[in-house]
């Protein structure tokens, strides 16, 4: 997990220890008794660099949620200002893509919806996660910007409309995780593929 790095390194260790609890199947949800002697940090400085330790939790929660709802898509952004061929630009940016719908991934995916649901009751959370949210959605404007610029891509769409849409598909995977009836992956990847492709890679067929 990525975190900033001009972060306190003793409010950086109580995020680092609580997201490898977050992490441990076999154990119980944070408590912060358990945070902070696995940190090896006192009640004081829990309260110095949050305001209780329910803000320590939505600090790890939001970082998880970000990370994993914006992957590469800046790597990719960067990179699609530096190729040249349209087809490498759209295989590089589907393999991420693709990383982040696996069924390995189902149980990230569950968490993100629990803390978008967490948020609905939470002022606090809502707070941060549309900070986070409006990150995530500068990645996905900026890369139909770098699009637009290449000419690969229509230039008449709302960058912002564009991103929620593209969210909202990648995110509506987590549907498909409570169907009863299995769908291919491969079915739901070739429609994926296809809304992306109108959203960013619109002019492909014509270059």
Partial sequence: MKFDPDMHPTKYRMIEVANELFEDPLQPFPTAERVLRSSGTTKGSLY??????????????????????????????????????????RARLFVEL??????????????????????????????KIAAAEERISQLWMALYSACVLRGWTQSNLDPRSVSIIVQAVLFGRILIDLQPEEIEIEEWLSVLEQVVDAMYFSNRLAI
């Fill in 48 to 89: 110095h660099h949050f305001k209780d330790f329910s803000d320590l939790i939505e600090c790890v929660q939001i970082l998880r949620y970000e990370e994993f709802a914006s992957f590469e898509i800046n790597a990719v952004t960067v990179a699609v200002g530096k190729i040249e061929n349209i087809e490498t630009a």
């Fill in 98 to 127: 693709r990383s982040r719908q696996a069924l390995s991934t189902r149980s990230s995916r569950s968490e993100r919806a629990l803390v978008i649901a967490q948020s609905l009751t939470n002022e606090r959370l809502s707070t």
